[in-house]
Nanobody
């Protein structure tokens, strides 16, 4: 069984900073971990993935502003200089098998999400 618990969301002013955390409770280590964002009426979109051998891939909108870190099976997202367009529900996702996809359907396990509002 795998459980993911996100925290750290909230309201922040544009140009500020926010740090999201994801704690993973699992029997096996995760191969790929990721943060996704979703806004109403749209599909979940990748923010950043952290795969095997420390391979990190940011979406263009996050590059240079957001920083992902991973500590065993805990995942963090440092959001610096957020913009109103970063507003949404942020989900932590885990894939146990090899591969680190960029689409949401490639991940088997999800947290419940944490809301981030940038104004």
């Amino acid at each position: 069984d795998v459980q993911l618990v996100e925290s750290g969301g909230g309201s922040v002013q544009a140009g500020g900073s926010l740090r999201l955390s994801c704690v993973v409770f699992a029997t096996y280590s995760s191969y790929c971990m990721a943060w996704f964002r979703q806004v109403p009426g749209k599909e979940r979109e990748r923010v950043v993935t952290y795969g095997g051998y420390g391979r990190i891939s940011y979406a263009g909108s996050a590059e240079g502003r957001f920083t992902i870190t991973r500590d065993k099976d805990n995942l963090y997202l440092q959001m610096d200089s957020p913009r109103p367009s970063d507003t949404g529900t942020y989900y932590c996702a885990v894939r146990l098998n090899s591969g680190c996809p960029i689409r949401a359907r490639g991940f088997e396990h999800w947290g419940l999400g944490t809301q981030v509002t940038v104004s």
